[in-house]
Structures are given as structure tokens and as C-alpha cells.
């Protein structure tokens, strides 16, 4: 089945603390995102690969980094969370950037809940 | 600078009536691509429809029809036949790029919230 799975689903964490939520895909997609959901802003880019050792940042990657060894993973890393970091978070992949041909559409993650105290 | 406006962040329809979710969007890019997604109670991101902005027709998906209007910038969605299972959070979105190393990002509005009665 095609997925993209996300763990942990939930976590809660104290400030400064480092986590690392993971991300993998089994389509062999080269385009990967990190989104978080905020109330009332909708979903905002965090960073964004085209593919392996290529990524790029989106509108808010502060306080975040990423890494793209292989073509499946793309982890989320906060080196030292803090509590605005408190979000809904998001991965999805795609075969190419969404939209660049007729039928690429991001396929999403189920999201992981963080909280930080 | 917000560049998808969602100015509608809650509507109701009647079941089976028809609703157009409102989007407006800005870019200087003259390729890019426009998106809705669907977001149910449940959290899981749906997508729904995909215009290109070379596209000549309005993309449609079973009940799903995106009314793209390139001179003013719009891209609404427009649901028939609304069914209650219709009821979330519907996301316009856009991709634009490429950037400066080539890639691409994609911009979320808001969001609407849609409520169908029943």
C-alpha cells in the first residue's frame, strides 16, 4: 500500500529538549515537504527536498533542519524545541514538485501532534 | 506577504445544494499550479483537484470542479451536491517556484470550514 507514515503520532516534550520526528514514504518519490498547521494559517512550509542530499527552506524553517540521506526518509529535527513550536506537523511526497506535471499531487502523512512545555 | 486568501473561514450548505468555496491567490510566476485539499475531523489532508495555469479548461473531479479565472486570480471551488460526509476544513493551495536552487514551494491558504445540514 502506498503510504506515507509519520512517527511518533503524538508526542509531548519539554523546551529545549532535541527530537526528531521521522518521515518515510514507499513510493519512491523524489519531492518531499515538511508542513506545520496552525490554527487560522492554514499549513505553512517548513523545509522541502527535490531529492536526495537537495533541500531547500520554506517559509518557516526557523528552528528546524531536515536531512535527506535517502531517497525514503526526510526526519524533521528540533535541535532545542520551544513552546511556539507547539503545532500539528505534516510530511508529504510527491514523484515531482506538486503540479509540475498533470497528475502530481503531494501525498500526506497522517501528522504528529507536538506540544512543547 | 499572504499570498492564497481564504476570506471565507466558515460557510453552511444544505445537503445536496451546491457551494463555492472562495480562493484567490497571488503570484508573479506565470507557471504554477493551484490545489484544494480536503482536511476531515479525522486530521488526514485529501486532495481533491489540480489546475495548472496553462490550463485552458477548469479541472473537474467527479463533484469537484475548480473554477479558474486567471485575469483575476481566482481559482474557487465549487462542490455539487453537497453530502454531509462533505463537512472539514477544505485547503486552497499553490505551488510556485522554482526558487533560487531550482525547487519549488507550495503556499496554503487558511482554510474553510464547511458545514453541511442535513
Known amino acids: 500500500e502506498a503510504q506515507v507514515t509519520q512517527n511518533p503520532r503524538y508526542l509531548i516534550t519539554v523546551t529545549g529538549k532535541k527530537l526528531t520526528v521521522t518521515c518515510s514514504q514507499n513510493?519512491?518519490?523524489?519531492?518531499m515537504s515538511w508542513y506545520r498547521q496552525d490554527p487560522g494559517l492554514g499549513l505553512r512550509q517548513i523545509y522541502y527536498s527535490m531529492n536526495v542530499e537537495a533541500t531547500d527552506k520554506g517559509d518557516v524553517p526557523e528552528g528546524y533542519k531536515v536531512s535527506r540521506k535517502e531517497k525514503r526518509n526526510f526526519p524533521l529535527i528540533l535541535e532545542s524545541p520551544s513552546p511556539n513550536q507547539t503545532s500539528l506537523y505534516f510530511c508529504?511526497?510527491?514523484?515531482?514538485?506538486?503540479?509540475?506535471?498533470?497528475?502530481?499531487?503531494?501525498?500526506f502523512g497522517p501528522g504528529t501532534r507536538l506540544t512543547v512545555l | 506577504a499572504q499570498k492564497i486568501t481564504q476570506t471565507q473561514p466558515g460557510m453552511f450548505v444544505q445537503e445536496k445544494e451546491a457551494v463555492t468555496l472562495d480562493c484567490t491567490y497571488d503570484?508573479?510566476?506565470?507557471?504554477?499550479?493551484l490545489f484544494w485539499y480536503k482536511q476531515p475531523s479525522s486530521g488526514e489532508m485529501i486532495f481533491l483537484i489540480y489546475q495548472g495555469s496553462y490550463d485552458q479548461q477548469n479541472a473537474t473531479e467527479g463533484r469537484y470542479s475548480l473554477n479558474f479565472q486567471k485575469a483575476r486570480k481566482s481559482a474557487n471551488l465549487v462542490i455539487s451536491a453537497s453530502q454531509l460526509g462533505d463537512s472539514a476544513m477544505y485547503f486552497c493551495?499553490?505551488?510556485?517556484?522554482?526558487?533560487?536552487?531550482?525547487?519549488?514551494?507550495?503556499?496554503f491558504g487558511a482554510g474553510t470550514r464547511l458545514f453541511v445540514k442535513a
Open positions: 503570484t508573479s510566476d506565470p507557471s504554477y499550479g
Open positions: 493551495a499553490m505551488r510556485e517556484g522554482p526558487g533560487y536552487t531550482g525547487g519549488f514551494k507550495t503556499i
Open positions: 508529504a511526497s510527491s514523484n515531482h514538485p506538486p503540479g509540475t506535471s498533470d497528475t502530481d499531487t503531494q501525498y
Open positions: 513510493m519512491n518519490h523524489e519531492y
